[in-house]
């Protein structure tokens, strides 16, 4: 692989926004290749230029209707466009139904925009573990907007608040206590909050609720919007771009790319865990068996075991 990225310049051909390259990009990123890591340095000093927008809400909701006709929008006004849809998918096979392509195939001959279904492949919080690298290669590929759309998966995904710049909360009336099941974690980190398909029944009365819900959130400079849209005849998009645009601007002029910083933690703290897992796993040492038995016979709580490897882990690695 390393081969490939050489001989090919698979980073420049990236950085010169050829599509076929991001394509290459991601399949190696999801495909836990040696060579990511090469290719993920060779961009890095690239990225930053993109607004990462993330669009999450509990299933039913609309999300990926919506965020076809965002992509409207947003190329309606110039912008070029790049999405990482995440599908849930099935635990024995691995596969997914990736319907986010399917809702959003009257781009697909649009070269100004750039689909990508992503597997959640039993990932809790909302996001594919890839979600952060793939939302970085976008950016290098020099799309104007990344959207992060999640697979609905409730309350636990708030990590979407550590990978985008603007953070979109939808609801939809008629879906039973969907208010009550997000409001807890969700939506203390929205930036924008979206009644979608206004043209139902309860429309108003769930704008209301969640208007009262924004009263519980701590002060800040941002007052959270309650907008109301209908992806099916696009009505509410330019007041969404307007506020999603506002909210970019604001950060942008603070200078606070939290959400850059929260992108390379969260690639950090992944590889850390999975490279910690691989080592437990697979050592077999008197030290560690020692530490294994000792928990096993309750000789020593959890934590504290732990800590006991992570002391082994960088002893091993201080002597390598």
């Known amino acids: 692989m390393d081969d490939i990225l050489q001989k090919r310049g698979l980073a420049e051909r990236l950085l010169a926004g050829e599509t076929t390259a991001l394509a290459r990009a991601i399949s190696i990123t999801e495909g836990e290749s040696p060579a990511v890591s090469r290719l993920l340095k060779a961009i890095q000093p ?47 096979t691995g596969g997914a139904v990736l319907g986010d392509r399917i809702r959003m195939a009257e781009h697909t001959m649009d070269e100004g925009v750039y689909i990508r279904s992503l597997a959640s492949r039993g990932h809790l919080g909302g996001l594919s573990a890839s979600a ?68 139902l029944p309860l429309a108003r009365r769930t704008t209301r609720q969640l208007e009262a819900m924004l009263a519980l959130r701590a002060p800040s400079d941002w007052k959270v919007p309650v907008l109301s849209t209908n ?19 604001l950060r942008e002029t603070k200078g606070a790319r939290d959400a850059m910083s929260g992108r390379t933690r969260r690639l950090l703290a992944q590889t850390v865990a999975k490279y910690v897992e691989g080592r437990v796993l697979h050592d077999q040492s008197p030290t560690s068996e020692a530490v294994v038995k000792a928990l096993q016979k309750a000789d020593i709580d959890l934590q504290s075991a732990t800590i006991k490897i992570l002391n082994l882990l960088q002893e091993s690695l201080i002597n390598e």
């Open 132 to 199: 952060a690298r793939v939302a970085d290669l976008m950016d290098a590929a020099g799309f104007d907007v990344v959207v992060l759309e999640t697979v609905g998966a409730g309350q636990s995904e708030v990590e979407m608040a550590e990978m985008a710049d603007v953070r979109i909360v939808i609801s939809a009336p008629g879906l039973g206590d969907d208010v009550q099941a997000i409001k807890a974690g969700i939506l203390e980190i929205a930036d924008i909050l979206v009644v979608n398909k206004s043209d």
């Open 231 to 249: 992806a099916v005849n696009r009505s509410g998009l330019p007041e969404l771009a307007d506020a999603i645009e506002h909210r970019a601007a």
């Open 46 to 92: 690239h990225l930053g230029r993109a607004v990462v927008v993330g669009f999450t809400g509990p299933p039913g909701a609309g999300k990926s209707t919506l965020v076809n006709a965002f992509i409207s929008e947003m190329r309606r006004r110039g912008k070029t466009v790049a999405v990482a849809a995440v599908d849930p998918s099935s635990p024995i």
